[in-house]
């Protein structure tokens, strides 16, 4: 009776044992599953955390102007800059490119101390952030020049703004240059950014704080209010400026800006026309001083300030849809953009989505007729994203305006409209 209480007893145990065994095995091999399960988010989520340090630190390192003793240290090694960043005051964004949509991102604007030199001579830079000065300062011009690793073509830019007629009128120069994509800038151009002095007019830099691109350089160039009054004028760096280019934008703004049809004004002429089998240019008769297009001049554009600012609120909307394409058929850009989309660069050709703004609600351009197709601004074509084999020096301007003629502003209420075909309409 005895053995057989036992023997009960030590079964009931061995049974209880095996089930709690079994239990354990099953749960440890749960906890292995969902460790392999979530180690990759905890590993992701802290290499962010680590990028996002990175990226907080870094951000506003310019390098100081180069001296004999420091030619050859890299930029990324330069500790003792003349420059610090401002402890942020307020929630002030811009948009920047990035993937084809927009992101929010601070940007740092270097402006001159007054009367504050360094040991080089130069003016000792300050950054403080970009707070919305574009609203809060009244000019009558604001050029912005888009600046990235051509500190030649920049130099020459900046003359051509510096040789300029501006009647007297208040205008102020913001020079924004862009990082690579390593984060890095191009010391050069900084330096002819800095430290170029124009004789009558205002200037600043602005460094972007990480590689942005020719989208985020042309998309945050200008955001103006609703009740903006200045005239803006966006330049990449290597376009040069005839000196009578300011007498000529501000009769057309002034003739032109109160018509719902216009997207902006071009200092360039249209090289040829969209459609066209072979190259041909457009031709206007010499009697109209002014005629429209459908198409952008992105050599020397001044944007209307309510299209553009409807312009920047659609592309945000619509780059977000990832399938979407701003194909407009019938036109060589399209095909320029496919192109561009089949060698994964189609980051370099911006104007397509604008192309595509105008087309879908009827606006024009404003351009310039001149005779001999002179014009007043000029590219350079200096090598970068859309000219590779062309030499980094001064090419002959001869198509710049150089003699003022009164004419030139003899516009009309309603110019003439020429279509994608070179076809004439009022």
Not at 159 to 178: F, K, P, T
Not at 311 to 326: A, G
Request: glycine residues 4%; hydrophobic residues 35%.
């Amino acid at each position: 009776m005895l053995k057989d209480c036992i023997r009960f007893r030590c079964g009931n145990l061995k049974r209880y044992i095996g089930i709690r065994l079994v239990w354990l095995i099953v749960i440890w091999f749960i906890s292995i599953a969902l460790i392999i399960m979530l180690s990759p988010i905890f590993i992701i989520r802290n290499r962010t955390i680590d990028k996002l340090n990175l990226y907080e630190g870094s951000q506003g390192e310019i390098p100081k102007s180069s001296t004999a003793s420091d030619k050859d240290t890299s930029i990324e090694e330069e500790e003792n800059i003349n420059a610090k960043i401002t402890p942020r005051d307020g929630e002030v964004d811009k948009m920047i490119y990035d993937r084809g949509i927009f992101t929010k991102s601070k940007s740092y604007e270097i402006q001159k101390s007054n009367g504050v030199n360094d040991t080089n001579g130069g003016t000792q830079a300050k950054i403080t952030e970009l707070n919305n000065h574009q609203t809060k300062e009244h000019v009558q011009l604001r050029v912005i020049v888009l600046a990235y690793n051509r500190p030649s073509p920049l130099q020459c830019c900046l003359q051509s703004l510096n040789d300029a007629d501006y009647m007297g009128h208040r205008v102020h120069v913001e020079i924004h240059i862009d990082l690579s994509p390593v984060g890095s800038i191009d010391k050069k151009t900084y330096d002819v950014a800095t430290k170029f002095t124009f004789s009558t007019i205002e200037k600043s830099v602005h460094v972007h704080p990480r590689h942005v691109g020719l989208y985020g350089q042309w998309f945050t160039a200008w955001t103006p209010t609703p009740d903006a009054k200045e005239i803006a004028l966006i330049l990449e760096d290597d376009i040069a400026v005839s000196k009578h280019f300011y007498k000529w934008l501000y009769a057309a703004h002034a003739k032109y800006d109160e018509r719902t049809y216009v997207s902006g004004y071009s200092l360039a002429n249209v090289d040829y026309l969209a459609t066209a089998a072979k190259k041909e240019h457009i031709r206007v008769s010499s009697n109209y001083t002014v005629y429209m297009y459908p198409i952008l001049g992105s050599w020397g554009f001044s944007p209307h300030r309510d299209s553009w600012r409807e312009f920047l609120e659609w592309y945000e909307i619509t780059s977000r849809d990832k399938s979407f394409q701003p194909y407009v058929d019938g036109i060589r850009h399209t095909d320029w953009y496919k192109q561009a989309q089949s060698l994964n660069k189609s980051d370099t050709m911006w104007t397509m989505w604008h192309i595509y703004f105008t087309h879908i609600h009827h606006l024009y351009c404003v351009f310039p007729n001149i005779l001999d197709r002179y014009m007043f601004a000029q590219n350079r074509k200096s090598p970068g994203l859309h000219f590779k084999n062309t030499l980094d020096k001064p090419p002959k301007l001869e198509k710049l305006v150089t003699e003022w003629d009164p004419n030139f502003v003899n516009m009309l209420d309603d110019p003439i409209k020429v279509d994608y075909y070179g076809k004439y309409s009022f």
